[in-house]
């Protein structure tokens, strides 16, 4: 991080600081604190920084951003609200620099989608990106403080689960690209319906210039019936014909996908090592980003090829001869049925599916769970074995469509002891479910009872 006066942070945050001297830090953790940091005391729903405002300082923070007095005198910057007093600070830091930024968001895969826009424009330039899913009003803000005078681009994700939050990030971010993956059901709860979803997440675009360019799927229903305005817009796609850049000659292969990709003056063919036709979405995304900024689809193309899925992505393991897809970082019915397919392609002995609960679907939660057990009939699933309340649903759904093993577990202990005994060579078994089920427990406990 630059150097700032606390002087100038007051200012940007619309207060005053008779505090002189600068910070180079920014911390919301007093786990965290640095020496003469700026600690600003957000809070949460179980916690408030206020009441660690004085460990802070005890523990090496210059100076506090507070919402009321903390008993701190000039070591105290007062303001009105703390999470926003952070975003604006992060705003006028960003503003500091005039690099690229891309800005990200989606139902599905916009994580993913960040990750290889990531590898697309680090083959050229030191591109800055949020680190694991730090991708909402407290997780951008601190990326946006990691920003030095090396980094030549930004590639940033925004998430939200109501309305307003993308408005307030992306005036913080302020993109030079936006990119909207698709418009799924995730956060409908809150939403109401995917037309709410959709003007949500276009909430990206009031932190950008007029002219600045948007990348829209095209072959997502909702997003090829927007009109953003003076955005000139650049669609990718598999079917649809307006797509700029698109996908032909899609084949499956051990663990990844084989495409071309067509596009104005010609087009590439590559072979990409993680599999899925949502990945080949996430891929044009990608080389459509990285093509405003000077880099050739084909070099594009090839940094692809060494992207490696973050996190818990449909991670692929092979462990006694049985194909492992780790994808336990979150889902919706959306990247559920994207996993099944997966799995469906796969050349396997038997196809098993390892389904958990999908949250914040509220009255559409029944349904949803339900069509994840028929997904996974039509995508040839051999069994399914669901945890979770909800997932009882998708059980349901699985045997009205005809699998033919189907079992539903409500500990994960019981569930994992029955896939140790249940798995054998050959077989390729998916493991998904919400972030908040921690179906990869199960995993673990499998891998363990393996080994041994």
């Known amino acids: 991080m630059k150097s700032m006066t606390f002087k100038e942070a007051a200012k940007a945050v ?3 600081s008779k505090l002189s001297g600068s910070f180079n830090t920014v911390c919301t953790d007093t786990r965290k604190i640095t020496e003469d940091c700026l600690f600003i005391a957000i809070k949460g729903e179980n916690f408030d920084g206020h009441d660690f405002a004085v460990k802070a300082v005890e523990s090496g923070a210059a100076a506090v951003i507070a919402e ?16 926003q007093a952070l ?39 030191n591109t800055l990106k949020n680190e694991g899913n730090l991708n909402n009003e407290i997780g951008v803000p601190l990326t946006l403080f990691r920003l030095d005078s090396t980094h030549e681009a930004a590639v940033i994700e925004m998430g939200m689960s109501d309305f307003g939050e993308i408005s307030r990030i992306t005036k913080a971010v302020k993109p030079d690209v936006a990119v909207i993956s698709n418009i799924g059901v995730s956060h409908i709860e809150n939403l109401g319906s995917r037309e709410g979803i959709l003007r949500a997440k276009l909430e990206i675009l009031e932190g950008m210039k007029g002219d600045a360019p948007v990348i829209l799927n095209a072959d997502d229903d909702m997003l090829i019936t927007v009109r953003p305005g003076a955005h000139p817009v650049i669609y990718y796609g598999i079917e649809n014909e307006k797509s700029m850049f698109k996908a032909s000659e899609i084949t499956s292969k051990e663990a990844g996908i084989g495409l071309t990709v067509g596009f104005s003056g010609g ?17 044009l995304a990608s080389v459509a980003a990285g093509s405003i900024f000077g880099i050739e689809p084909e070099t594009a193309l090839e940094a692809l090829k060494n992207y490696v899925p973050a996190g818990m992505r449909q991670r692929i393991n092979k462990m006694h001869g049985i194909t492992f897809i780790e994808d336990c970082y979150n889902a919706s019915p959306d990247s559920q049925a994207a996993a099944l397919a997966v799995l469906g392609g796969m050349n396997a002995g038997r196809k098993i599916a390892v389904i958990g609960d999908m949250l914040e679907l509220g009255s559409v939660s029944r349904d949803a769970h339900y069509g994840v057990g028929t997904k996974a009939a039509e995508n040839k699933v051999d069994a399914v074995f669901t945890y979770g309340e909800r997932s009882l649903e998708t ?3 699985a045997r009205d469509g005809g699998v033919a093993h189907v079992r539903s577990f409500d500990d994960k202990q019981k569930l994992s002891a029955f896939l140790a005994e249940y798995l054998e060579e050959g077989d390729a078994v998916l493991f998904k479910a919400s972030r908040g089920m921690k179906l990869e427990d199960v995993i673990h406990s499998v891998y363990d009872a393996l080994e041994k």
Do not use: W
Not at 68 to 83: A, H, M, N, W
Not at 93 to 110: A, D, N, Q
Not at 267 to 283: E, I, Q, T
């Open 68 to 83: 009321k007095d903390c008993g701190l005198e000039e070591r105290q910057i007062l303001v009105e609200s703390t999470r």
């Open 14 to 16: 619309g207060s005053e």
């Open 87 to 125: 975003l604006d600070l992060a705003g006028y830091y960003r503003s500091l620099f005039s690099i690229p930024v891309i800005g990200v968001t989606g139902s599905v895969g916009k994580t993913t989608t960040k990750e290889m826009i990531h590898a697309v424009m680090s083959s050229k330039y």
């Open 395 to 397: 059980a349901k759904g």
């Open 267 to 283: 087009s590439a063919s590559v072979s990409l090592p993680y599999p899925g036709r949502h990945n080949v979405y996430n891929s």
